[in-house]
Structures are given as structure tokens and as C-alpha cells.
């Protein structure tokens, strides 16, 4: 069972920048396309960012594109979003995912296809 943990929330004024990192426990990280979601209060968990097992290939959700990074580490089995230009309504508790296949290159990326998840990190961004 894949641990994930994520760091780096915290609060910041609209136009500045967090990165959170996810370190993810086991030897199979590379093997896996890693995710972030957020879910703000009242809203369902929506899709952030991602990026393929290999590395080679990032996708965006719309609101986020152009201002969000997602990169990752395969020898310290760590992803990475930098988060630049934040806005007020980024707000959320964002969360670490891993595919739930080996080596899946789909381009679906709802909920159900990320079998684990780590516990969250709050961002919240002031106006």
C-alpha cells in the first residue's frame, strides 16, 4: 500500500506563490502517473494537474493552466506542483494521486482512476 504525503500549503495573497510537494513511500513511483485535485467546502474533488509515469507529458485543468507547474522526481519519488499567480478562488485542500494502473497513458482524468490518495494540504489565498 503506497503511502503519499504532501507538503507546502499554507496562506498567501492573491498574485503569490506556494509549491507543494507529494513524497511518495515504495519502489513502483515511476511506474505510475501522478495527480493533483482539490476540493474546496461545498464542491466536489476537482482535477488539477497531472503528469505521465515517464514524465515526458503534463495536462492541465483550464483554470489552472499557465500558472500551475507539475513536475516530479522519479529518483526521490516526489511530484511537485508550483503554483504561481494564485487566485482567491484556488482555494482548497489539495490532494496527491496515483494512478491506480501501471504505465496507463489515458486521458481520462476524473477521480476514479487515481486509487490512492494522500491526506491533503490547505491553501488558502486571501484577496
Known amino acids: 500500500q503506497v503511502q503519499l504525503v504532501e507538503s507546502g500549503g499554507g496562506l498567501v495573497q492573491a498574485g503569490g506563490s506556494l509549491r507543494l510537494s507529494c513524497a511518495a513511500s515504495?519502489?513502483?513511483?515511476?511506474?505510475?502517473?501522478m495527480g493533483w485535485f482539490r476540493q474546496a467546502p461545498g464542491k466536489e474533488r476537482e482535477f488539477v494537474a497531472a503528469?505521465?509515469?515517464?514524465?515526458?507529458?503534463?495536462y492541465y485543468a483550464d483554470s489552472v493552466k499557465g500558472r500551475f507547474t507539475i513536475s516530479r522526481d522519479n529518483a526521490k519519488s516526489t511530484v511537485n506542483l508550483q503554483m504561481n499567480s494564485l487566485k482567491p478562488e484556488d482555494t482548497a485542500v489539495y490532494y496527491c494521486?496515483?494512478?491506480?494502473?501501471?504505465?496507463?497513458?489515458?486521458?481520462?482524468?476524473?477521480?476514479?482512476?487515481?486509487?490512492?490518495w494522500g491526506q491533503g494540504t490547505q491553501v488558502t489565498v486571501s484577496s
Open positions: 494521486a496515483r494512478d491506480a494502473r501501471l504505465y496507463y497513458s489515458g486521458s481520462d482524468y476524473g477521480v476514479g482512476r487515481f486509487g490512492s
Open positions: 503528469i505521465s509515469w515517464h514524465g515526458g507529458s503534463t
Open positions: 515504495g519502489r513502483t513511483f515511476s511506474s505510475y502517473t
